[in-house]
């Protein structure tokens, strides 16, 4: 089974900060790599797909890069809103999430 | 603009059935341009798939559930279901549904998702 790794579990920020996320695979996923963000108590949205495209009306300050087993998620000039927790999602074979990152105000 | 609701018990004894129901506005199942999803979300913890059936009834599970779970579809009320048995105290999670997309490059992609409903089983 394909294990997906998220790193950091959690991490600190501010408004305005620019912020990465990393998912590993533990084999290559080519391209098959989704991100997500949930707010608390809230389902999850779509962000990112095929790795690196972004789903309709997400805004550009999000973006996503990586390809085989190492990807990551990259929020530039982070807004109040962005305050979440992200999931990576692999869909190589039977989808699996990565255990989430907790991005918080500092 | 697709909507997802999930309903059903949100408490359910150990040993029985888990059932749930996800209404569908705003897009038909039966155009046949997407799968169906459930995805589970135990209270702190990471999003597990379910399962996704396709609209003829063709269903796909995780196999860490296979056996206990079965995924139906109800074309003319816009609907598909979950059902789960023997539960056990692990099964206690937010339910969500959600929609993915059938024939593209990435067919387990989520691009929709109901609010989810917690089931709690005790």
């Known amino acids: 089974d394909i294990e997906m790794t998220q790193s950091p579990s959690s991490l600190s920020a501010s408004v305005g900060d620019r912020v990465t996320i990393t998912c590993r695979a533990s084999q290559s996923i080519s391209n098959h790599l989704s991100w997500y963000q949930q707010k608390r108590g809230k389902a999850p949205k779509l962000l990112i797909y095929g790795a690196s495209t972004l789903h309709s009306g997400v805004p550009a300050r999000f973006s996503g890069s990586g390809s085989g087993t190492d990807f990551t998620l990259t929020i530039t000039s982070l807004q109040p809103e962005d305050f979440a927790t992200y999931h990576c999602?692999?869909?190589?074979?039977?989808?699996?999430f990565g255990q989430g990152t907790r991005l918080e105000i500092k | 603009q697709v909507q997802l609701q999930e309903s059903g018990p949100g408490l359910v004894k150990p040993s029985q059935t888990l059932s749930l129901t996800c209404t569908v506005s705003?897009?038909?199942?039966?155009?046949?341009?997407?799968?169906w999803n459930w995805i589970r979300q135990p209270a702190g913890k990471g999003l597990e798939w379910i399962g996704r059936?396709?609209?003829?009834?063709?269903?796909n599970y995780n196999p860490s559930l296979r056996g206990r779970v079965t995924i139906s579809v109800d074309t003319s009320n816009n609907q598909f279901s979950l059902t789960l048995t023997s539960v056990t105290a692990a099964d206690t999670a937010v339910y969500y549904c959600?929609?993915?997309?059938?024939?593209?490059?990435?067919?387990?992609?989520?691009?929709?998702w109901g609010q989810g409903t917690l089931v709690t089983v005790s």
């Open positions: 705003g897009d038909s199942i039966r155009t046949g341009n997407y799968y």
């Open positions: 059936i396709y609209p003829s009834g063709s269903t």
């Open positions: 959600a929609r993915s997309d059938y024939g593209g490059d990435f067919p387990f992609v989520f691009d929709y």
């Open positions: 999602q692999q869909s190589y074979s039977i989808p699996l």
